[in-house]
């Protein structure tokens, strides 16, 4: 009928699609993005904990970089009075504000039925009030002091590394 065969597809050797998984592409490979994948074989390494950094920044096996990395997502402990904010240490060098890497840290210090608030390392350095430095975990074994100079400069790190 008019110069072309009505059923030419089949003569080519046509095959219907076949349905199609969710997940799956038409030629069967995996969509890119994670939808229908499987899990990795090896799930990637979590960064390290609060303690942890603090603990390998302060032995020599961490650069000052990737604890701070670690110090911004972190959830930072701090002991609180009755008045909103940060309490601070003024019978040193500089004022410090007290801080803790664990609640087991800061109850150590500061006892069982302490007041306190805990906020990520990020906004510390976000909110700490300037020529204030800031020490964490005072009576753990690993004790670590940054006066007000060290925190300028982790401030200028965090606003590199977000603005570049």
Do not use: W
């Amino acid at each position: 009928m008019y110069g072309y065969e009505q059923n030419a597809g089949a003569q080519q050797g046509y095959v219907p699609p076949q349905q199609q998984m969710p997940g799956q592409m038409p030629d069967g490979q995996q969509m890119p993005g994670g939808y229908g994948q499987q899990p990795p074989l090896y799930p990637e390494p979590s960064p390290p904990s609060l303690p942890d950094a603090v603990r390998a920044f302060t032995t020599g096996a961490m650069a000052a970089e990737d604890f701070q990395q670690v110090f911004a997502t972190s959830k930072v402990y701090c002991p609180r009075g009755d008045n909103p904010g940060f309490l601070a240490l003024h019978n040193t060098q500089q004022p410090v504000i007290p801080m803790f890497s664990s609640l087991k840290e800061l109850r150590r210090y500061a006892g069982k039925e302490s007041k306190y608030f805990v906020i990520t390392g990020a906004e510390v350095i976000d909110l700490l009030p300037t020529g204030y430095g800031f020490v964490i975990d005072m009576e753990g074994k690993h004790r670590m002091v940054f006066d007000a100079k060290a925190v300028e400069q982790m401030v200028d790190f965090a606003m590199r590394r977000m603005y570049g």
